[in-house]
């Protein structure tokens, strides 16, 4: 069975600096989907980046980037000159590509704070 | 309007009542999911329907049942409510393609007393 783990639980940022959120993954498979939400205080799901596995190249979605390690299983975000709106919850998923599996794995989430 | 939507939005109830959450959604979609969310936990799957007709237990189906009346809407009940049943309830939807993003709905706040 596939995992996702997000080892840290709090993380904080100054406002306008550059911070990593990590997870790494555990999984059999070779295709396979990897995400990354937002969830602010409103509680909606916000998708925030994604990434196929099979690509080499690297998501990029404005301030937001990833770090996609395949061979290692990691999959880290980074959030470029932070923003107030970006505090909220992130979580990481996986999604397998396997006929029938549609669902998504989360990780437990990370904390992050922005300060002024 | 709301592509997913999920009523109710807040609900206390005493622990042994039967209650219903329900889930709607206009995209179109095949599949929908329902979620649990605790904090410290992230999210997990309780339930999971491709069609009408097909319905799928999760990770944490005890305690919870489903029903899918239509393609558009899909019901979660907790036959006998208990207090660690307090949570928050996602649905989503995808579609049967290897689409890979799904959409959630605003969620339902839960609290067993």
């Known amino acids: 069975a596939q995992t996702v783990t997000q080892s840290q639980p709090e993380m904080s940022v100054q406002e306008a600096e550059t911070v990593t959120l990590s997870c790494t993954y555990d999984?059999?498979?070779?295709?396979?989907?990897l995400f990354w939400y937002k969830q602010p205080p409103s509680r909606q799901m916000i998708l925030v980046i994604r990434q196929e596995a099979y690509k080499q190249q690297n998501a990029t979605e404005n301030r937001f980037s990833v770090n996609f390690q395949k061979a290692a299983k990691s999959f880290s975000l980074k959030i470029s000159d932070s923003q107030l709106g970006d505090a909220a919850m992130y979580f990481c998923?996986?999604?397998?590509?396997?006929?029938?599996?549609?669902?998504?794995?989360f990780g437990k989430g990370t904390k992050l704070s922005v300060k002024p | 309007d709301a592509d997913v939507t999920q009523t109710p939005r807040n609900r206390i109830t005493k622990t042994g009542k039967r209650i219903m959450l329900e889930c709607s959604q206009t995209?179109?979609?095949?599949?929908m999911y329902w979620y649990r969310q605790d904090p410290g936990l992230g999210l997990r799957l309780i339930y999971y329907s491709f069609d009408v007709k097909d319905i799928n237990k999760g990770e944490i189906s005890d305690g919870y049942s489903v029903s899918r009346q239509a393609q558009a809407k899909f019901s979660l009940s907790l036959e006998s409510a208990i207090p660690n049943q307090t949570a928050l309830y996602f649905c989503?939807?995808?579609?049967?393609?290897?689409?890979?993003?799904?959409?959630f709905g605003p969620g339902t706040r839960l609290t067993v007393t």
């Open positions: 995209k179109g979609h095949d599949r």
């Open positions: 999984t059999s498979e070779s295709d396979y989907y």
């Open positions: 989503a939807t995808s579609d049967s393609t290897d689409s890979y993003e799904q959409y």
């Open positions: 998923a996986y999604r397998s590509m396997m006929r029938g599996q549609g669902n998504l794995i």
